[in-house]
């Protein structure tokens, strides 16, 4: 269905949605990326609805309180780490290889910063949309110990990869380049995992490349997310802030904020969109849309009967 057939209240959701998928998954899949241009394909009629959106103002802004002190002081390191020289940074030029051939799970966390498992479950999604096509990535550690194919302790990375996507409604091509650093036991995170990443992408209905610096923070015990997540996306028209904490097992809250005005608040079950999703904006804070593991669905019964046990976890996670 095209943009222009949708309601403005759809449409507004679907550019909301858009936003907080460069939070949501580290690997940049052609799925999040697909959400984003169906959002923009209709410039004109976007324009006029993004107008009376941003003129609209929010509700319920204290939901969108920073979850814990640790994703305050992440996004304080990101917005620093945003406002240096990011080139140089992704290209040091006096950097020495050190020699590791990686495997393909650890060469999946230093890339994508997500696990294999996590990757393939992204990459069966954007299937269904169109077919990717991948140049395998150029991985180089600058800094580093590697034994029998895995990373332990303190790492640098550098990598880059191309990729094109071809789908009914568009087609594009990316290049990324970027920097992972952290700490690995077992060639799996084990403490803070951060990255950077440029993409620059040129799409069938744009004459124009757009270009996204993201930066990334998480915090990993044994390859398992604890703690804050926290992505901050830079483009030319502003920042989106996504920040995902953990609030049980399986379950994390996210937040998400359009140019410093909060955006989305949802729930996640084992990485996928699962509750509601609420919009901070006041044309859409009355109708929350229901999610059961990432699909949309038609009836609100299921959000309303785990929403008082979710918001619980958040009452008791917060600031623990």
């Given amino acids: 269905m095209s943009i ?26 052609m799925y999040e990326e697909h959400q984003r241009a ?10 006029r609805a993004l107008s ?40 040091p030029g006096n950097s ?17 910063q997500v696990s294999s498992e996590q990757l393939r479950a992204s990459r069966e999604a954007e299937a269904k949309l169109g077919t990717r096509t991948q140049s395998p990535a150029e991985v180089t550690i600058i800094s580093g110990n590697c034994r029998q194919g895995k990373l332990e302790g303190n790492f640098v990375a550098l990598y880059r990869y191309d990729y094109s996507f071809l789908s009914p409604n568009m087609s594009s091509s990316t290049q990324m380049i970027g920097r992972s650093e952290g700490t690995m036991k077992n060639g799996v995170p084990h403490g803070e995992l951060r990255a950077t990443n440029r993409d620059i992408s040129s799409f069938s209905f744009s004459p124009e490349p757009r270009t ?21 996306a830079r483009t030319s028209s502003g920042d989106v802030l996504t920040v995902t904490e953990v609030i049980s097992d399986r379950r994390q809250l996210g937040l998400s904020w359009m140019q410093g005005v909060p955006n989305t608040r949802y729930f996640l079950l084992d ?15 009355d109708s929350p849309t229901c999610y059961r593991l990432g699909e949309q669905l038609t009836s609100n019964s299921y959000c309303e009967s785990i929403k008082n ?5 958040v009452a008791q996670s917060y600031y623990d």
């Fill in 271 to 285: 990485g996928k969109i699962d509750g509601y999703m609420q919009f901070a904006n006041a044309m859409l804070s």
């Fill in 96 to 112: 020495q290889a050190v020699g590791c051939n990686l495997d393909a799970a650890t060469r999946d966390w230093v890339v994508y």
């Fill in 38 to 47: 169906s959002a923009i394909q209709s410039q004109a009629y976007l324009a």
């Fill in 52 to 91: 009376e959106y941003q003129n609209a103002g929010t509700t319920r802004g204290d939901l969108w309180q920073m979850p814990s002190g640790q994703s305050v002081r992440f996004e304080e390191r990101l917005r620093a780490h945003a406002d240096t020289d990011l080139e140089s940074y992704l290209n």
């Fill in 212 to 232: 996204i610096d993201q930066h990334l923070i998480s915090d990993f015990n044994n390859g398992e997310r604890v703690g804050s997540s926290v992505n901050l």
């Fill in 309 to 313: 046990d979710l918001e619980a976890l």
């Fill in 4 to 29: 222009q057939l949708l309601s403005k209240k759809s449409t507004l959701k679907l550019c909301s949605l858009a936003l907080i998928t460069l939070g949501v998954s580290g690997c940049g899949s």
